[in-house]
């Protein structure tokens, strides 16, 4: 889809931050769990949900399947008595890797489903054999003809597995298919993020009996039924992450509403390493930053609680301007440095040592430049940079970031930075 208008940030930069920020609610958390509401046939309101693009592919994903969704003021009121077994829309599962989380709960509703095997996308092949191997571990039948894969659940028996890697999606799907399956599921090497514990306490709010989520060991009684809800996904605490390094870029002093501090525990030890200040009361996090930046040394992403490969590019660039080097490695997607040759472009100096590891050496300055976003999360980093370099900054492909963040450019601008968007 060729995007024509809108659809570029320009960033002057040198703009302190000062004010305060009440989150988005998470993207990660939010997608599972509506996802989850297919399993109930009561009604279902969610509040305070992102106004993202991802959100809203998702909407229309169970539309398509036949729920009921009215979205307003920022809450989703879904009822899913009416939803049907159709085919998961292709063309629109396609489009992102969130739908994947529908698996588990089509399985679980209509005991068949059919998905694209996922195209995969910029970051990595993104491959779903976990997902596969747990379901299949859980006696559903699986078959690949090449361009779409084909599940049966009718025979489907609770078991334990264990997960090769702690992946998010494949958890997240074998807690939503085992809800309701009668016995006990248990997953072992499951992922701890919290938005697999977000989705556990959803479902255990509409009666399901989860527990360990967030441990080594996710068990799972299958109920009968669930029942509605009202529930609030937590804070995003990618979208809290961005902000603290947007305010380690710029300057200032910001206050952080609805975050749950200890969720982003690496990069505040690692952002007070760096110079930055740091209070935390309650879910406030109020960060300041008045001097330059020293490196941190080491930067490495793994699965929760170490460092988050999500906020892993705009580490990489905030590490470009601080002073020494550093080693940033990308554990967890085989293709996250999209981002380092726009960062080049604006001044940035980076070595890759190879395909998962680069060194960063600092510099004083960057300069404004044309840069492009090439996915969701290397596309903040470079509006981040933006905010520090010298001079203006243009990001195209803005409708990467709008993936995941809830009208980026009003929340910095409120904040005092010089960004608008054409
Ligand atoms: C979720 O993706 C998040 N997306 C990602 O956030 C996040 O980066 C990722 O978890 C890791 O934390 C959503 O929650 C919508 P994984 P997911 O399965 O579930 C490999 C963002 O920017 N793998 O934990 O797809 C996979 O290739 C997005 O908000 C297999 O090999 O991540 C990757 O290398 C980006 N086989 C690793 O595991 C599988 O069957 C982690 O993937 C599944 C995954």
Redesign the pocket.
Known sequence: MKYKKNNKFIIHGGKQLHGEVFVQGS??AS??IMSACLLSKEKIVLKHIPDIV?VHNMILILKKLGVKIIKRNGNLYINSQQANGEKLDCKLAKTM??S??LLGSMLSRFKTATITAPGGCK??????????QALKKLNVKVFNDGELIHFDASKAKASKVKLR??????TENIIQFSSLLEGKTVIENP?K?P?VVDLANFLNSMGAKITGAGTNKITIYGVKSLYGTIYTPAGDR?ATGTILIAVAFAGGKVEIKNSIPEQNEKLLQILVKMGCKIKIKNDIITISKTSSLKSVGEIATGYYPNF???LQSMMLALSCVASGKTCVSEN???NRFLTIPELEKMGANITKIHEKQVVVNGVKMLTGAKVKALD??GGASLVLAGLYAKGVTEVSNAHFIDR?YDHLEDVLTKLGADIRRI
């Open positions: 993207k990660n997608l599972p991802d890797r969130s994947l989380f970051i990595g092949k993104r491959p779903i054999d976990i997902h596969i890697l702690a992946s998010v999606g494949a992922a993020e938005e990618i988050p490969t999500d967890i997607f085989e969701l999360r995941g």
